[in-house]
């Protein structure tokens, strides 16, 4: 089963936190326009599986990740693939020249951090694209190491190296907003020094623009980092009278009803799409 969609409809960093959450395995495509390499369509590869990220590529002949391992000096890419044709066939290639002695674990490490945060962090400032992801692409042991990266993680970093953020300005909490935690404890995920900052105020109760007063910081600097948290499912963005309305709902709560509308627009996404992506999500694989 696939899925597919535009970029404008779900942002990489949603789409991430959607197979995370769905516990999905499969391959998804990106094929974009991005100021970042040429102004001609380009593809990226990124697999999953049970919802992490197992492997990344810009290329489907299975020579990615030993094409690195040459460039890094290594090993060449003739002896690499003499090693791996001999290893099992549900075997990851960093694995198998691990078994034999030709690479080490921290040299391992080296080649998924480059999978990962050099070639997949890249994709979040795209511009334009789309992406498809399908359950019935096999995961590819040549491009694997054996590790495994999670997707809040890898939005984290890739969220935080961002320096346009145009193509995500639609999607920023509402600066009159206000911030409210979407956990009983403190978040698990490796926080920086500003988003640990930006979590102390997750009472509801002050807004986005005077957190960046208090903190003397760009309003903009702190609706990103908002963002990166809601993204991750840390936080949400509330009207500041929320917390009011709430103790009032807990006397009233058959007679008062309230909806709130969002200040910011959001990029339209069909009737169509959604359809296909609850359908996509309910369908475990």
């Known amino acids: 089963m696939a899925i597919s969609g535009f970029l404008s409809e779900l942002s990489l960093a949603e789409i991430f936190q959607l197979l995370e959450q769905g516990n999905k395995t499969g391959r998804l495509t990106i094929k974009a326009q991005s100021h970042l390499s040429s102004?001609?369509?380009?593809?990226?590869?990124?697999?999953?599986?049970?919802?992490?990220?197992?492997?990344?590529?810009?290329?489907?002949?299975?020579?990615?990740?030993?094409?690195?391992i040459q460039q890094r000096g290594?090993?060449?890419?003739?002896?690499?693939?003499?090693?791996?044709?001999?290893?099992?066939?549900?075997?990851?290639?960093?694995?198998?020249?691990?078994?034999?002695?030709?690479l080490e674990a921290e040299q391992l490490k080296i080649l998924f951090n480059?999978?990962?945060?050099?070639?997949?962090?890249?994709?979040?400032?795209l511009e334009d694209g789309r992406f498809q992801f399908d359950t019935k692409m096999p995961l590819p042991t040549s491009e694997m190491t054996g590790l495994t990266a999670v997707p809040k993680e890898?939005?984290?970093?890739?969220?935080?190296?961002?320096?346009?953020?145009?193509?995500?300005?639609?999607?920023?909490?509402?600066?009159?907003?206000?911030?409210?935690?979407?956990?009983?404890?403190?978040?698990?995920?490796?926080?920086?020094?500003?988003?640990?900052?930006?979590?102390?105020?997750?009472?509801?109760?002050?807004?986005?623009?005077?957190?960046a007063e208090q903190l003397g910081m760009p309003i903009a600097k702190i609706q990103q980092v908002a963002f990166r948290l809601i993204v991750v499912g840390l936080l949400e963005e509330v009207p500041i009278v929320s917390e009011a309305l709430g103790r009032l709902s807990e006397l009233e709560s058959t007679m008062l009803e309230l909806e709130f509308e969002p200040s910011k627009k959001q990029a339209p996404v069909s009737k169509s799409f959604l359809h296909s992506l609850v359908g996509f999500l309910k369908n475990k694989v």
């Open 74 to 102: 290594w090993l060449s890419m003739r002896a690499a693939a003499r090693i791996t044709d001999v290893c099992a066939t549900n075997q990851p290639a960093g694995l198998c020249l691990k078994s034999q002695g030709v």
């Open 114 to 125: 480059y999978q990962v945060l050099n070639q997949i962090c890249q994709l979040f400032e």
């Open 39 to 68: 102004q001609h369509e380009k593809n990226f590869y990124i697999w999953f599986k049970q919802g992490h990220i197992v492997a990344a590529a810009n290329r489907l002949d299975g020579q990615g990740l030993l094409s690195i």
């Open 154 to 211: 890898v939005i984290l970093m890739g969220l935080r190296a961002m320096r346009n953020w145009q193509v995500l300005e639609d999607k920023l909490p509402d600066p009159s907003f206000a911030l409210v935690s979407t956990i009983n404890e403190k978040p698990r995920l490796r926080l920086n020094q500003l988003e640990w900052q930006v979590w102390e105020f997750t009472k509801g109760t002050v807004s986005i623009i005077a957190i």
